[in-house]
């Protein structure tokens, strides 16, 4: 595995959530972008998950998929499962037309479930053992 793939894949994660939350505090707020980069976060966390188990991840915006790959390593992932689901709708259906209307509703859903799989225990662990490996 390469730990700075992984990290690089976790910042890029972490930036969208907080571009989500720069976002959420415009006056003229889109929701649906909002929620993108919700998406967009959960989605890097996966992919880095998967490559710190020597796993090249498809090219894909499919939260469900890449959760169910993720579930091949550690079936714990289920737990994070029904937050997959909610976010795959905003994953990439949200940027074309006849969408359906986003509200801020789904947006503190949105943050509530990046939270979740940021903070979750298999992300966590990753995260302790690249930054400790940095700092030997």
């Not at 992919?47 to 796993?55: A, E, H, M, R, T």
């Not at 905003?90 to 209307?101: H, K, Q």
């Not at 509703?105 to 995260?127: G, M, W, Y």
Request: proline residues 2%.
């Amino acid at each position: 595995m390469n730990n700075e793939e992984v990290k690089e894949w976790f910042d890029i994660a972490d930036s969208d959530f907080d571009s989500a939350k720069i976002l959420n505090e415009a006056v003229r707020k889109h929701y649906e972008i909002i929620c993108y980069h919700c998406s967009q976060a959960v989605e890097k966390y996966l992919k880095g998950f998967l490559i710190y188990q020597d796993v090249i991840p498809r090219k894909t915006h499919n939260l469900v998929l890449l959760n169910d790959l993720c579930c091949e390593f550690d079936n714990d992932f289920q737990n994070v499962y029904d937050e997959c689901r909610f976010l795959n709708v905003f994953a990439t259906d949200i940027r074309y037309p006849n969408r359906y209307e986003v509200t801020e509703i789904h947006v503190n859903q949105a943050f509530t479930a990046v939270e979740k799989v940021k903070s979750f225990k298999p992300i966590l662990d990753i995260r302790t053992i690249i930054n400790n490996e940095e700092e030997t």
